[in-house]
């Protein structure tokens, strides 16, 4: 589990076709790897990776199809900055919210607009995504905790302040890029159990 705090920008090194998937390493910025061992979880760009071949400054990672498929991994190139966040401890604080590092599919950046010193984003995801997003609920988008402002069909809004601008990938991206969406676990159990009840009378 991680928070959606990001600890970290880092970049892709090397992406190499190995058996149809992928074998991708990251350097891994300010991220500190010392307490990182071999089968760790580190967040890339919000998607949950086993840690391979650590060193001080690098990882690797194997990114399997269904990854490659669903994520922005399968289009990255080498040079490319992503978000880093190392898997949740339990004596760490929840700064954000809890998130599984499980990427539910891509959304859109389609429009960016300041406001005082923040800047609000809308985003615009699939109609299967947008039924579990919600105003003032919680999305983590590029591994990072947002709280969602306004909710308008399949498009939502989000605030982002300086710092997240400065902190994360954020201050590169621009109108049109995908972006990874993670919706909240709770608005999936909760659908979940609601048909449970329907089939139940």
Request: include cysteine; aromatic fraction near 4%.
């Amino acid at each position: 589990m991680f928070t959606g705090i990001v600890q970290s920008i880092g970049q892709l090194s090397t992406s190499e076709i190995r058996g149809g998937d992928r074998s991708m390493v990251f350097l891994a910025g300010t991220l500190g790897l010392d307490d990182v061992r071999d089968g760790d979880s580190i967040a890339v760009a919000g998607i949950c990776l086993t840690a391979l071949d650590v060193t001080a400054d690098s990882f690797a990672a194997d990114v399997s199809l269904e990854t490659l498929r669903l994520t922005t991994l399968g289009s990255l190139q080498p040079g490319a900055a992503v978000n880093l966040e190392k898997a949740l401890r339990l004596s760490d604080r929840l700064g954000g919210h809890l998130v599984s590092g499980h990427v539910d599919g891509l959304g859109s950046v389609v429009n960016i607009r300041g406001e005082a010193r923040s800047q609000r984003w809308t985003f615009e995801v699939p109609a299967l995504l947008a039924r579990y997003i919600a105003s003032k609920g919680s999305i983590c988008i590029d591994g990072v905790s947002l709280t969602v402002n306004e909710v308008e069909g399949l498009r939502f809004g989000v605030n982002l302040i300086p710092h997240t601008q400065a902190a994360t990938t954020f201050g590169a991206r621009r109108i049109g890029d995908t972006v990874n969406i993670e919706v909240d676990r709770m608005a999936r159990y909760a659908e979940r159990l609601i048909e449970f009840r329907d089939q139940e009378t």
